[in-house]
């Protein structure tokens, strides 16, 4: 193991506190060499040139990015990332690779990696790598940053996102529950773990997320459990597993629902007695760390099919929270908007104007089949693209814009009451409470069935009422 310690002196515009990073490099003149192009440039650096020593490193110093050879000569640097990032909170992790695959940089990404580099005779594409993270860290640290995983990151008002925070509040004090959470892909449930992690866990402790699909069952088990040396074909060294890593921290089995059968018996064991076994070995020891599953499967028809395992879904279901679509949750829509917009201007450093009404108005009617994760994904894309400071129609997704915007089909009575339109007087959102007030009338003041004829929920229904001051005629309860 080398240790490195930037003496040199900090280029202006850098933040107070060192940057620092770890590369984990077993050839020695490579390290070197980024090393020295690092340091040459203010950063401070720590060489590692095993797996064990770059564990021993990530234990006692904190880092704000990790350069992983994916090929160490004691371990597989895939394998440990969720143990390092375990080990380092809020840390960009790249890896590095003589042999670009597909499946490799979809393993790495899953495992919880930023990025997937090739390694090349020049060491210049990864340290640019380096001074981007360093860049966007720094606008972070200038207080314009957000955390992503705080309480905000379960965005919303709506009241089934605000049920959510309050069972996850209600069930952080009973540290050895196991929690279940459920819903499609792309809604948060792991953003709703990590902050069931901030509200439970002693400070400081490690949240090590592990993906049950990215890897074979019998490397899952060894990456949970550990194994003894000579376990197994490959097994040369004893190495611990993440149910020891995570001490008294936070261990997320995303995916759950795709786990291998013979593993599922031996994580109920684990579930139930709170000990667990290396593979190889017959010693127990104690599981300190609350257990949280994810998966966007029905378990129980899973269970139907013989995929999973009965007992087991039992034992998950003792606090399920279920984190519904992001299509189901009205306005929120728009608050998760502006949020994205307020942090990818602060990651790219750009003033962004909240998005145009015509923009809100297609958010609103998109359905978000990839759910808060897509609109995610929408907002950074058009943040690229804008040339000016205000997200407009231009900048959004084609299936964004092809998206009918649809208030229903009214019912038999309404076809007969046109909404009149006045050219140059009406604009949309006069139009807009035309509607609703056509609607209320057809229904007789009938909220949740002037809800469906518009084609929206009752809660989105409510709000625009609240915007232009409506009252129904003859009021229902609806």
């Known amino acids: 193991m080398t240790r490195r310690t930037n003496q040199a002196?900090?280029?202006?515009?850098?933040?107070?506190?060192?940057?620092?990073?770890?590369?984990?490099?077993?050839?020695?003149?490579?390290?070197?060499?980024i090393g020295r192009e690092l340091e040459r440039?203010?950063?401070?650096?720590?060489?590692?040139?095993?797996?064990?020593?770059?564990?021993?490193?990530?234990q006692?110093?904190?880092?704000?990015?990790?350069?992983l050879d994916h090929k160490l000569p004691d371990d597989d640097g895939i394998?440990?990332?969720?143990?390092?990032?375990?080990r380092q909170s809020g840390c960009s992790l790249i890896v590095m690779t003589a042999y670009e695959t597909i499946q490799n940089a979809i393993q790495a990404i899953r495992q919880g990696a930023e990025d997937y580099i090739v390694k090349e005779t020049s060491i210049q594409p990864i340290v640019r790598r380096i001074f981007e993270i360093q860049r966007r860290n720094s606008v972070r640290m200038s207080g314009q940053g957000w955390d992503e995983h705080r309480k905000d990151g379960l965005i919303g008002q709506s009241p089934c996102i605000v049920r959510v925070r309050e069972?996850?509040?209600?069930?952080?004090?009973?540290?050895?529950?196991?929690?279940?959470?459920?819903?499609e892909t792309g809604v948060g449930k792991e953003v709703a773990a990590r902050y069931l992690h901030k509200l439970?866990?002693?400070?400081?402790?490690?949240?090590?997320?592990?993906?049950?699909?990215?890897?074979?069952?019998?490397?899952?088990?060894?990456?949970?459990?550990?194994?003894e040396k000579g376990a197994f074909t490959g097994a040369h060294l004893t190495r611990h597993g993440v149910f020891h890593e995570a001490g008294r921290g936070t261990i997320l089995l995303d995916e759950i629902g795709d786990m291998d059968l013979n593993l599922q018996g031996k994580l109920l064991r684990v579930l139930e007695t709170r000990r667990f076994q290396r593979v190889g070995s017959v010693r127990e020891y104690p599981v300190e760390a609350?257990?949280?599953?994810?998966?966007?499967?029905?378990?129980?028809?899973?269970?139907?099919?013989?995929?999973?395992?009965?007992?087991?879904?039992?034992?998950?279901?003792?606090?399920?929270i279920h984190i519904p679509p992001l299509r189901e949750r009205g306005d929120d829509i728009l608050l998760a908007a502006r949020h994205f917009v307020d942090f990818f201007g602060s990651k790219m450093n750009l003033q962004i104007e909240p998005v145009s009404p015509e923009v809100q108005q297609r958010l609103l009617a998109y359905d978000y089949p990839?759910?808060?994760r897509e609109l995610k994904n929408m907002i950074e894309r058009a943040a690229i693209m804008t040339d000016s400071s205000r997200i407009e129609l231009k900048h959004l997704p084609e299936r964004i814009l092809a998206s009918k915007i649809d208030f229903g089909s009214p019912n038999p009575g309404a076809a007969s009451a046109a909404i009149d339109f006045i050219p140059g007087v009406d604009t949309m959102e006069t139009l807009e409470e035309k509607l609703i007030i056509h609607a209320l009338r057809q229904t007789n003041g009938a909220k949740a069935e002037a809800a469906r004829l518009l084609g929206i929920s009752r809660f989105q229904l409510l709000r625009r009422m609240q915007k232009y001051q409506l009252q129904p005629d003859g009021p229902k309860s609806g």
């Open 60 to 67: 006692s110093a904190s880092y704000q990015a990790i350069l």
């Open 370 to 372: 990839g759910n808060v």
């Open 167 to 183: 069972q996850i509040e209600k069930v952080a004090v009973r540290a050895n529950t196991v929690v279940l959470f459920t819903g």
């Open 290 to 320: 609350r257990v949280i599953a994810a998966t966007n499967r029905d378990l129980l028809e899973q269970v139907k099919q013989g995929r999973f395992r009965f007992d087991l879904h039992q034992r998950l279901s003792v606090f399920p």
């Open 79 to 86: 394998r440990i990332i969720p143990v390092l990032l375990g």
């Open 200 to 227: 439970s866990a002693p400070p400081g402790s490690p949240f090590i997320s592990v993906d049950c699909v990215a890897l074979p069952a019998n490397l899952v088990e060894s990456l949970l459990f550990g194994h």
């Open 9 to 33: 002196k900090k280029e202006p515009g850098t933040e107070s506190a060192p940057f620092r990073v770890l590369v984990v490099e077993d050839i020695e003149l490579y390290a070197q060499a």
């Open 41 to 58: 440039n203010g950063i401070a650096c720590d060489l590692a040139h095993t797996a064990a020593d770059a564990l021993a490193l990530a």
